[in-house]
């Protein structure tokens, strides 16, 4: 009986260290994956930001209506953030192409609005909810080869 009740004690012990190892190795994955993922949203840290944008020459045109719509989600929004966001939002297109002949467009902001999100994607749906997912299969499908986000930080301002 006692060898048969240590066994039993023996395997509820290896049952509850596996079990205990399991959770572990469980939780630091998930605790990994969510530390390292895609960030949902797109905030500044910086005083400022830069996103570069690579389009392909022929969806020009779409990444600029879409861009349109942006414009006007920002300046018709109720939220403050919003419209800060629009007050210093700024988009260019170089002139020089980019990378593999891309069109090269510039957002650039300044200041940028603390806390704020600048995902595309969440300011059209605020504004388009029944349109946003065609705009936004229009907007990604301009792109030859995403977005680069740059966080900057003021080091001088020359004219002050």
């Known amino acids: 009986m006692t060898i048969i009740r240590d066994l039993r004690l023996v395997g509820s012990t290896v049952s509850g260290v596996l079990v205990g190892f399991l959770f572990t190795v469980m939780w630091s994955h ?26 392909k020459p022929d969806k020009a045109a779409d990444f600029e209506a879409t861009v349109s719509k942006l414009r006007d989600a920002l300046k018709t929004s109720t939220k403050p953030d919003r419209q800060d966001q629009a007050k210093s939002w700024k988009i260019f ?9 891309s069109v090269l467009y ?3 902001i300044d200041p940028a609005v603390k806390d704020a999100d600048y995902t595309v994607a969440s300011i059209l749906s605020e504004a388009y909810p029944d349109s946003v997912q065609e705009m936004y299969k229009q907007f990604a499908a301009a792109y030859a080869s995403g977005q680069n986000f740059v966080n900057l930080t003021l080091v001088a301002a020359l004219g002050e």
């Open 106 to 108: 510039v957002f650039m």
């Open 30 to 55: 998930s605790h990994y994956a969510t530390a390292y993922a895609a960030p949902a949203t797109r905030v500044f840290s910086g005083d400022a930001g830069l996103v570069l944008n690579f389009i």
């Open 93 to 101: 297109r170089a002139k020089e192409p980019g990378a593999d002949g």
